[in-house]
């Protein structure tokens, strides 16, 4: 199975998201950092940070999609934001968020990467769920017939 236009805008978009979770990370990570927070308190609103982000980026791109070529509708979009916002919000409850609340609160426990105590988890956390959201992409095409 070959890579189609769509799976390529369907990744940008995810990507573009990811961008504003970074920027969110940053944002929230630099600012409470320096407010010597507890590591509990940084990582959870390093994780908020990456929540308002993502979502704002992404659902920008994909309103950028819809309408660059055409097809965009309050249906689709809705339809859209329907299947993907659930699905998207179990992944990053699995694997997304975890990932980057442990590793965020390890590396300030430990004093390691401190430059970097946002950036290094978020890598790792995008990775395991770019990987899931493609495979529930790929379900939906074969079992629904339906296209993200």
Same mark, same amino acid.
């Given at each position: 199975m070959g890579i189609t236009k769509e799976t390529i805008n369907f990744n940008k978009e995810i990507l573009f998201g990811e961008i504003g979770a970074i920027v969110g990370i940053q944002i929230f990570s630099h600012i409470f950092y320096k407010l010597e927070l507890s590591a509990n308190i940084i990582s959870y609103l390093v994780v908020v940070g990456a929540i308002v982000g993502a979502s704002l980026f992404w659902f920008i791109m994909r309103l950028y999609d819809?309408?660059?070529? +055409?097809?965009?509708?309050?249906? +689709?979009?809705?339809?859209?934001?329907?299947?993907i916002v659930p699905a998207s919000f179990i992944l990053t409850i699995i694997f997304y968020y975890p990932t980057l609340f442990f590793m965020t609160k390890y590396l300030i426990e430990h004093n390691k990467l401190i430059d970097y105590i946002a950036t290094v988890p978020q890598i790792v956390a995008f990775a395991l769920y770019l990987i899931a959201i493609n495979i529930y992409r790929k379900v939906l095409m074969k079992y629904y017939n339906k296209t993200l």
């Open positions: 819809k309408t660059r070529k +055409n097809i965009y509708s309050e249906k +689709n979009i809705v339809e859209d934001i329907s299947y």
